[in-house]
């Protein structure tokens, strides 16, 4: 059963336009919610991360939006470029569970020209 | 730093056969991940391990065993290869503590046939 479900599963933007992303988790008890991003052929990379004390975070072009209520996050890209098509995933672990990261499925961003 | 090394990159397999995946980090982080990802599927705990001498099943640990006698060390021993452990296999670290981030390794492409 998966844990955290994203969506959609692949999302194409023009260059400039702004890209999102949504995820949506079961437990309750989740209190890291990262968004990892992974290029062809490389690893995942950590692009940005939220706990659930605050409803928004902010870095450069990447924010992520936080609904505790509705149990959703959601990933906004900016301004979006190119360089940023690549597969994005979201993840949730528990407090005292050794940061076991449950992954969604990803989702393939195209940022077109 | 190097960060998270994998070796080797890619490597066919005969089923039946055994392996084992390296994974070398030079961060001293103590907890140490394997993850396993299947196209559409995001990633999958294997094991991981908080420190020398101490690893843990995940979600899919079946088929596979680990050890951890350093802690820069990690190997993910695969003993009897079948056709459904075709996958690509990420390696992780963590620091004790401190910031959640999981650093990952560039991946084995690993196909049984």
């Known amino acids: 059963q998966q844990q955290v479900k994203q969506s959609p599963q692949s999302l194409i933007v023009q260059k400039g336009g702004i890209s999102i992303i949504n995820c949506a988790y079961e437990?309750?008890?989740?209190?890291?919610f990262p968004w990892y991003q992974q290029f062809p052929g490389k690893g995942p990379a950590l692009l940005i991360a939220?706990?659930?004390?605050?409803s928004e975070k902010k870095e450069g072009r990447f924010t992520i939006s936080f609904n505790k209520s509705a149990k959703q996050f959601s990933l906004h890209i900016m301004d979006s470029q190119p360089g940023d098509s690549a597969t994005y995933f979201c993840?949730?672990?528990?407090?005292?569970?050794?940061?076991?990261?449950?992954f969604g499925k990803g989702n393939q961003v195209v940022v077109i020209p | 730093n190097a960060g998270v090394t994998q070796t080797p990159k890619f490597r066919i397999l005969k089923i039946g056969q055994s392996m084992t995946l390296q994974c070398t980090q030079d961060?001293?982080?103590?907890?140490m991940y394997w993850y396993r990802q299947d196209p559409g599927m995001g990633l999958k705990l294997i094991y991981y391990?908080?420190?020398?001498?101490?690893?843990d099943k995940g979600e899919v640990p079946n088929g596979y065993n680990v050890s951890r006698s350093t802690t820069e060390d990690f190997p993910l021993r695969l003993e009897l290869a079948a056709p459904s452990q075709t996958s690509v296999y990420f390696c992780?670290?963590?620091?004790?503590?401190?910031?959640?981030?999981?650093?990952f390794g560039p991946g084995t492409r690993l196909t049984v046939l």
């Open positions: 992780a670290s963590r620091e004790a503590g401190g910031l959640d981030t999981q650093y």
């Open positions: 961060m001293n982080h103590n907890y």
């Open positions: 939220i706990r659930p004390d605050v």
């Open positions: 993840a949730a672990s528990l407090p005292y569970g050794n940061n076991r990261l449950a």
């Open positions: 437990n309750t008890a989740f209190d890291y």
């Open positions: 391990s908080v420190g020398a001498g101490i690893t």
